[in-house]
Structure formats: C-alpha cells, structure tokens
C-alpha cells in the first residue's frame, strides 16, 4: 500500500508561501524602520509625508499574508431580529491586517503634541507700543522663515511646533528708522505671554536734513536770513534764491521752535514739523527784504 501524498504539495505551497510573505514584512519592516531612523533627513529632503501610510499598506498585508500560512482567517455575517443591523465577525489573519493598518493611522495622531503661539511686542523708550502700527517681525523657524505684520506693537505666530519649546529661534523686526537692540537669538517657551523686543532710533534717523525757501510778502526770495532752531540748536543762513539746507539732530516728526531774523529783526517764530521729505517753505510778514 503506498503512502498518501495528498498533502504533501499544500504543504510545499504553504512553506513558499510562508517565505514569501515573510520577505515582504522584512522589506515593508525595514522601509518603516529607515522612516524612522531617518525621518528628520527625509523631512529636509521632502520625502516624507505621505509615504508613511504608502509603506503601511504593504506592512499590513504582508503581516497577514505571513500570517495565513498558519492561521485561517474567514469572515461570517450574521443577520437576524437579535442584531438590529447585524453582526460581523472577523478572525486570523484578516484581524492583523485591521490592526496593522488601523493601529498605524491612529497611534501617530495619539503621539502628536499640540502647537503652541508666540506673541511678540515691541518696546522702545521714544514710543509707546501700541504706535507701531508699521512693519513687520520674522521668525525663523524650520524651512521658510514666517512673516507677521506689527499692530498696536505686537505680532503673533500661531502653530509652532512643540519641538522648538524652550529653544533659541532667530527672531528679527523689520521697522522704519528702528533697529533692535540686542542679539535676534531668542528663547521661545509655550509659557511666556509675550516675547519683549527692546527696539531703538538707528542713527541715521536721530537726525533729520531739511531744505526750504523763505520769501517775501511779495513772494521774493530772502538772502542771509538767520534760521535758529531751538535756540542755538542749529543755525544757519539763506542763500542768495532764499534757499537753506540744514541737518538738525532731532528725529523726523518732531516740533521745535524756529526764529528768523532778518537784519537782526525777528520777523517768524513758531514752531516747525522737521521732515526729510517736505521742504520748510515760509512766506514773512510785510516789511521785510
């Protein structure tokens, strides 16, 4: 009597089919493995993303795959008045592949930690804060740098990755005629209300170079008149068209009192608004040459 070969080539094919199905788990093992190993140079080279759950896919069906060489694995549903919608039972294999898949879907979400917010405000000695209104803070943080624009003397960026918590990130305004007065390398944290830039005048704004003409009632330009600003401030004389063009050490903006003399006679004194972009034009009283 010869012996029964009948289950000898499922054997075989079960074997193969064990080996197979255990190569790709290895491969679909390793790519994940190098994800995370290397996720951090991957990110930089922008291949991450999305081909976490391209890998995953694989990762599950070869989990069960390998699997059902030695595990069956059916599904039976069942449908009657004591399930109200029915009942589905799923076992072996198939379930591995559920949770693989599944499992790797939910568990980086669960891992994932909030973002938290920086507000930034800026202090100057000269201004209050709430008057800058202009300009712009940039924060340098992972690939691009993000800009906010400044109201009321502050700015706001939002979803900051919890990484950077507690680290020294490059944080630099960007104002008209101010510059900050330290270092831009600044400790962020989620528990500070406010990161305090401290801001003053660049020299060249401490100094304002104004231009202007001052004629007569008969609209006749005034030659050697005698400007003073604020009382010997900075004095100066007009030129034979009536013209003047004076550096005073005072930022644009701001009000000082100016005489003009003509033949030793005060014939203006008011104040002026010093501006680098609108001249000073005057026109004097009768009487004058």
């Not at 499922?10 to 996720?39: D, K, P």
């Not at 010997?232 to 034979?240: M, Q």
Request: glycine fraction near 8%; charge should be positive.
């Amino acid at each position: 009597m010869k012996p029964s070969t009948t289950g000898r080539p499922n054997s075989i094919r079960r074997t193969s089919w064990i080996y197979i199905s255990g190569i790709a788990f290895l491969l679909a093992l390793g790519a994940s493995a190098v994800l995370i190993i290397y996720g951090k140079k991957l990110e930089d080279l922008g291949i991450t993303g999305n081909i976490y759950y391209i890998i995953l896919i694989p990762l599950g069906f070869s989990c069960a795959a390998f699997l059902a060489g030695a595990m069956k694995s059916y599904a039976s549903f069942k449908s009657n008045e004591n399930f109200t919608y029915g009942q589905l039972n799923l076992t072996g294999p198939v379930v591995i592949f559920a949770l693989v898949v599944g499992g790797g879907f939910i568990l980086p979400n669960l891992n994932k930690k909030p973002p938290f917010e920086i507000k930034v405000r800026i202090i100057s000695n000269d201004k209050p804060s709430k008057e800058f209104n202009d300009g712009l803070v940039t924060l340098y943080i992972g690939k691009e740098p993000k800009n906010v624009n400044i109201h009321e003397g502050e700015a706001t960026f939002y979803n900051i990755p919890l990484e950077f918590n507690n680290k020294i990130v490059q944080i630099t305004p960007s104002i008209d005629e101010y510059q900050a007065d330290s270092s831009d390398q600044v400790l962020i944290s989620n528990k500070e209300d406010y990161i305090n830039i401290h801001v003053s005048r660049t020299k060249q704004s401490l100094s304002t170079q104004i231009r202007g003409t001052i004629l007569n009632q008969k609209n006749a330009p005034v030659k050697n008149a005698l400007l003073n600003f604020s009382s010997g401030l900075v004095t100066g004389r007009t030129d034979a068209l009536g013209d003047f063009l004076l550096t005073i050490p005072l930022p644009a903006g701001s009000k000082v009192p100016l005489k003009i003399l003509v033949d030793s006679v005060i014939m203006f004194n008011e104040d002026v608004t010093l501006s680098a972009s609108t001249p000073i034009n005057i026109k004097l009283a009768a009487g004058t040459h």
